[in-house]
């Protein structure tokens, strides 16, 4: 099997993305240069593969233990450790990015949360509390899970927007099916929220579903 160093220099992932950019790469490809050498004979990017199989992909690696990656075969505590500190640095800068962001379109939530909610297997409903200019104040993880009318109360949605006397708030939750449609109880919840919003004064800008690929939003569809 030949060795990275032997391949073409336009197929290696680092000489490609010095050349090309980081877009042009594929998972596999950004992976192996974080990973730099492969293990057990094979090339690292047969190790950025198989790891990526193994997970589930990029969000399954992020959110595997760290006992979870040291059960990969190849892949040591060095490695691990470059792993997760690239992630880390990615929310990083995501964290920093969010400052500057108004949050005056249900496009803009679902630019900022699709890379957060994308591929999870449970439902998860957040809480943007927003100040006058639409600007981001906390962020607010309400309930994971089977999400019902009993979990998502409008107690539980105001008690923080009250408390950091928030000008608006978003609610926005994922849809693991990949399907952003709302079902019953989601418009339920809602109107419910709406009238919660309407007697404190707390505007409710939107209530944003997010998918794969694509968004419901309950504000450009007139439901609220």
């Known amino acids: 099997m030949k060795s990275l160093k032997e391949w073409p220099e336009t197929e290696r992932p680092r000489?490609?993305?010095?050349?090309?950019?980081?877009?042009?790469?594929?998972?596999?490809?950004?992976?192996?240069?974080?990973?730099?050498?492969?293990?057990?004979g094979k090339t690292v990017i047969d190790t950025a593969v198989e790891l990526l199989n193994k997970f589930g992909g990029l969000k399954g690696i992020e959110e595997a233990s760290m006992k979870e990656l040291q059960s990969f075969k190849g892949v040591g505590k060095?490695?691990?450790?470059?792993?997760?500190?690239?992630?880390?640095?990615?929310?990083?800068v995501l964290s920093q990015t969010v400052e500057e962001k108004t949050f005056n379109s249900a496009?803009?939530?679902?630019?900022?949360?699709?890379?957060?909610?994308?591929?999870?297997?449970?439902?998860?409903?957040?809480?943007?509390?927003?100040?006058?200019?639409?600007?981001?104040?906390?962020?607010?993880?309400?309930a994971e899970g089977i999400l019902t009318q009993a979990v998502i109360h409008p107690r539980e949605i105001f008690k923080d927007a009250v408390k950091e006397?928030?000008?608006a708030l978003v609610v926005v939750h994922n849809h693991p099916s990949g399907d952003p449609s709302p079902s019953e109880q989601d418009i339920e919840i809602t109107k419910k929220l709406k009238k919660a919003s309407d007697i404190l004064?707390?505007?409710?800008?939107?209530?944003?579903?997010?998918?794969?690929?694509?968004?419901?939003?309950?504000?450009?569809?007139?439901?609220?």
Do not use: C, W
Not at 15 to 40: C, F, H, P, W, Y
Not at 78 to 92: D, V
Not at 211 to 219: A, C, I, V
């Open 165 to 167: 006397s928030a000008y």
């Open 78 to 92: 060095a490695k691990i450790a470059q792993i997760k500190a690239s992630f880390e640095l990615g929310r990083r």
């Open 15 to 40: 000489e490609r993305l010095l050349k090309e950019g980081t877009q042009n790469l594929s998972d596999a490809q950004l992976l192996a240069i974080i990973l730099r050498t492969g293990s057990n």
């Open 201 to 224: 004064e707390i505007a409710l800008l939107d209530h944003v579903i997010i998918g794969n690929g694509r968004y419901f939003s309950m504000k450009e569809q007139k439901i609220i």
């Open 107 to 142: 496009r803009i939530v679902y630019d900022y949360f699709f890379p957060k909610l994308h591929g999870l297997k449970k439902e998860v409903f957040i809480t943007l509390l927003l100040n006058t200019k639409l600007k981001l104040i906390r962020e607010i993880k309400i």
